[in-house]
């Protein structure tokens, strides 16, 4: 069974130190940079950081937070799911209380960013209902916009 927590505490994001994304030729590294710039990021507006357990052991990990250039929106920024437990809805279940949490929270909407190559991510964006944006500020991938 899968449970899901709130992270309060920046050293609760040290978890995902030495996790590694993969897929086909992405690869994303979780070094000391990357959960720095998660832990600045904790206590921004209107955030919501969660952690998946699965029989109280590591499964994934969620941020959404207020830094974004337009206002009114939250940003997805991370989305991690342990690769033993793909395809269980951890995803699903991230993208669902991050949807609910804007809402309770009066924004416009979500935008969230990925790379080109990052099919499972840009495929979850399409099941809820996300739509591909022209970013202005970034090229390097695709842009997101949920639109409440």
Excluded at 120 to 129: A, D, E, Y
Aim: glycine share 6%; net charge negative; charged share 25%.
């Amino acid at each position: 069974m899968i449970e899901y927590f709130t992270i309060t505490k920046p050293e609760e994001i040290d978890v995902l130190h030495g996790k590694t994304a993969q897929y086909r030729t992405l690869n994303i590294q979780y070094d000391n940079e990357t959960i720095q710039y998660l832990k600045d990021h904790l206590h921004t507006k209107n955030s919501l950081y969660l952690i998946a357990k699965e029989n109280n052991a590591f499964a994934g990990f969620c941020s959404i937070d207020s830094d974004w250039w337009e206002k009114g929106f939250l940003f997805l920024r991370e989305i991690y799911v342990e690769p033993r437990l793909h395809r269980q809805g951890i995803g699903s279940e991230f993208v669902q209380r991050c949807i609910a949490h804007a809402q309770k929270h009066g924004t416009k909407g979500i935008v969230t960013e990925t790379a080109f190559n990052n099919l499972p991510m840009q495929k979850l964006c399409s099941k809820f209902g996300f739509a591909e944006w022209e970013n202005p500020e970034w090229k390097e991938g695709v842009t997101y916009k949920l639109l409440f």
